[in-house]
């Protein structure tokens, strides 16, 4: 079992809609969870931390952690092509970082 | 703030040379830095990961002798290839965690290609 599961996708939005993004991880553990977004051909990039459960938000981004159902997710709303990237959820469990495989989300003008 | 800066950014060299890669944290100190390495449409994959003043830990099947890292200082590392051949061309990626946070920021990468 990976450390770190996303379903890798893709996931179409039309533009204006919201976007839903999951991930589980494995260590129960874990004490910290973020979600960076990766353009084709660039390095990821920070969007979202998050160490407590429940909501977090920021702009058009809320991320989600439940941590008794080892679950975390980045909702994007009124989702711009922009937006359209890969996006990529890390847990740090003692000391150790997990990257999911990223999921691929396209959004539709 | 958080800004990592890789250098080069991009580099062509002939098989059997040695190649190293910058990585800065520019505004912080930088607990650790980690080196990724990523085919194209393929996810990151973890090379290794270096504390300042130690020796870098190593993933599995990735070779200590041809990767070699050095940490000089809390806002420093360097990625040497070598002896590089064509199957290391790939995106070579820096990140660091920001000392008193678990929060890595990436470096923009450096391209590499070994004709």
């Known amino acids: 079992q990976k450390e770190v599961e996303q379903n890798s996708g893709p996931l179409s939005v039309p533009e204006g809609a919201i976007a839903s993004l999951n991930c589980t991880y494995s260590?129960?553990?874990?004490?910290?969870f973020f979600w960076y977004r990766q353009y084709s051909g660039k390095s990821p990039e920070l969007i979202m931390s998050i160490y407590s459960n429940g909501d977090k938000e920021d702009g058009r981004f809320t991320a989600q952690l439940n941590k008794a159902s080892q679950y975390v997710s980045l909702l994007i709303r009124d989702s711009q092509p922009s937006d359209s990237a890969t996006y990529l959820c890390?847990?740090?469990?003692?000391?150790?970082?997990?990257f999911g495989t990223g999921t691929s989300l396209t959004v539709i003008p | 703030g958080a800004v990592v800066s890789q250098h080069p950014s991009r580099v062509i060299c002939k098989s059997g040379t040695s190649v190293k890669i910058e990585c800065r944290s520019l505004d912080f100190q930088a607990t650790t830095m980690f080196w990724y390495r990523q085919f194209p449409k393929k996810s990151l994959m973890l090379m290794a990961t270096s504390n300042e003043g130690s020796k870098a830990t190593y993933e599995q099947g990735v070779e200590k002798d041809k990767f070699l890292i050095n940490h000089a200082s809390l806002t420093l590392s360097t990625l040497t290839v070598t002896s590089a051949h064509p199957e290391d061309s790939s995106f070579y990626i820096c990140?660091?965690?920001?000392?008193?946070?678990?929060?890595?920021?990436f470096g923009p990468g450096t391209r590499l290609t070994v004709t």
């Open positions: 990140s660091a965690e920001e000392r008193g946070t678990w929060e890595q920021y």
């Open positions: 890390a847990v740090n469990a003692g000391n150790q970082f997990y």
């Open positions: 260590d129960r553990g874990s004490q910290s």
